[in-house]
Structure formats: structure tokens, C-alpha cells
């Protein structure tokens, strides 16, 4: 980890919003030396029978962002997500702050501009995103430096934020009895999701984590926050020194059993666009539905 400017003595505040429809948990994270903020994988509802979208998740986050005063300075994506829409062009219009996530959604444009036979008029250069991250690059929140982990194998363009001792970890770790994500993706590969968990576990022990979903497990409450010697320890896919081996063999194994996930159509076309809802040749929002193309 010398390669990270871990900062434990920086203990940013952590506020999170839980989206039932789609298990996502979005935060706003607050510089503690001062009133800048962040928000981590917002998320703009979907009523996908009716062709419906509404922001009543992103204005709880607004809401409570001017209620505490709050001035929001990054808007981040931890990855493309495959299972909820982005809410970032709608809380970016209202608040303002530089839209980022990693550099590797060049390769999700590209590929998932095939499968959506996307045209010239669709950029695959991640020209809709203020900021395009790489492996070890810092930003700052306020007074408080922050840095981006590149963490592939969930999908290619993966990345963990980390704000002083609180990490953001995306799909790239579950809670410790929820283990893992699935690898089998277009771009995705187990291996390389092993690799890349392992970069969070020998983060310090303290260092807390955050998720961005959880799903209850044997019907126990949501939770979302855990550390990395909890993982270490419990982690029910990763934990207890399992091997590479080990966790290629089970991962492959569970992803041929699971279905797509019920938004993965809507939720690329939305989330390669940095959250923008692709438009016909008239102008009209509108998705499309590629068929056996995933």
C-alpha cells in the first residue's frame, strides 16, 4: 500500500441512503475541517414497466445537502453499474460539483456501444465525465485528500474511493456474509476481482468500508458498513486466506446460475452516458432492449 496516501487520522463524516428497489446505498461524504462534501453512487429511480423516471432518491440527497449547509465539490462513481441508474447530470444541475469515475469506462463505452449499436453521435472517449480517474490519482474534498484504487474484475472500469480512514468499495467487495460480486460480465474475470480484493485487504484493519449495495442475507437487517480486518477475517468468499484457486472455482461456478440483473439494459445505456438518458432522432428520451446480446 505505499503506493496509496492512506490518511487514517482523517475521519470524514458518512451519511448513507438506502434504495430498496435496488439495494443501493448512496452517501454523502463530509471533509471533516470543513463543509465540502461528496456524493458516492447516486441513484435516479426507475419504473422500468412504465417507462418512468423520477429523482425521489437524489432529492433526499439534495435535500439534506442544503439542509446541513453543505457545499458539494465531487460527484463520484465507483463503477458503470449494471443494476441502477445514475442520478449524477440531475444532482450536478441542482448543487453543482465535478462529476468523476475511473478511467476504464472508455472500454465499457466501447464495448456496451456495440451491443447497443450506438453511433457515431455516441462519444467513446468519457468526454461526459469531468474527471477520468487512474490508479493512485488524488482529489480533494475540501481539506481532505482523497484517492482512487483501480479495482477491475466485478468490470473493467471498477475503481474504490478512499477518503481518509472511510474507503468506498463499490461492487468490488460485498458485507462479510454476502462476500462477493458476480465477475462474469461483459470485461469482467474472477481472477482479477480475487487480485484486486486482495489490494483492499491489506489496507489497515480499521480502515472502514463501504458498500454499495447489500441484499440482507439469511434475512438479516441491511447493513452497509464494515472494516477491512472484518472482511479479512469472516469474509464468507474471501476471508480465512481462501485461495485464488479457490475463489475462481466457486465464482464461475455461481455466476453460470445467476440471471441478468432486472436494470442491466437500462442501467448501462444511462450510466455510460454519465447518467444521461439516450435520445431518439427526434429528441425523446428513449431505451433500448438489444435482444440476445448479454
Not at 76 to 103: F, N, V
Not at 168 to 177: K, R, S
Not at 255 to 282: C, E, F, H, T, Y
Amino acid at each position: 500500500m505505499t503506493n496509496y496516501p492512506i490518511d487514517m487520522n482523517v475521519h470524514p463524516e458518512v451519511e448513507a441512503f438506502f434504495d430498496e428497489p435496488t439495494n443501493t446505498v448512496s452517501y454523502i461524504v463530509k471533509d471533516p475541517a470543513s463543509n465540502a462534501c461528496a456524493v458516492v453512487d447516486s441513484v435516479m429511480d426507475l419504473d422500468y414497466a412504465a417507462g418512468r423516471i423520477t429523482h425521489e432518491s437524489a432529492d433526499k440527497i439534495i435535500s439534506r445537502i442544503k439542509e446541513r449547509g453543505l457545499e458539494l465539490e465531487w460527484i463520484i462513481e465507483t463503477h458503470a453499474h449494471a443494476d441502477h441508474l445514475s442520478a449524477a447530470p440531475y444532482i450536478q444541475q441542482e448543487l453543482g460539483g465535478k462529476l468523476g469515475i475511473g478511467s476504464k469506462i472508455l472500454t465499457v463505452q466501447e464495448t456496451f456501444g456495440k451491443v447497443f449499436n450506438e453511433g457515431t453521435e455516441f462519444q467513446r472517449d468519457g468526454s461526459q465525465f469531468d474527471a477520468l480517474f487512474e490508479d493512485g490519482d488524488t482529489y480533494k474534498i475540501g481539506n481532505m485528500q482523497a484517492f482512487a484504487m483501480y479495482t477491475p474484475g466485478h468490470t473493467p472500469a471498477c475503481m474504490v474511493h478512499v477518503m481518509g480512514d472511510a474507503a468506498f468499495v463499490g461492487d468490488t467487495l460485498f458485507m462479510p456474509d454476502g462476500g462477493s460480486a458476480r465477475a462474469d460480465f461483459p470485461g469482467g474475470d474472477a481472477g482479477t476481482l480475487y487480485d484486486s480484493i486482495q489490494k483492499l485487504l491489506v489496507m489497515p484493519d480499521d480502515m472502514r468500508l463501504f458498500m454499495c449495495h447489500d441484499y440482507g442475507p439469511n434475512g438479516r437487517d441491511i447493513k452497509w458498513e464494515t472494516t477491512v480486518g472484518e472482511e479479512k477475517q469472516h469474509n464468507i468468499h474471501v476471508g480465512c486466506g481462501k485461495t485464488r484457486q479457490e475463489f475462481i472455482k466457486f465464482r464461475t461456478e455461481r455466476d453460470a446460475q445467476l440471471d441478468m440483473p432486472r436494470l442491466i439494459l437500462p442501467s448501462l445505456q444511462v450510466n455510460m452516458r454519465a447518467g444521461d438518458v439516450p435520445k431518439d432522432k427526434d429528441g425523446n428520451p428513449m431505451l433500448k432492449v438489444p435482444v440476445n446480446k448479454l
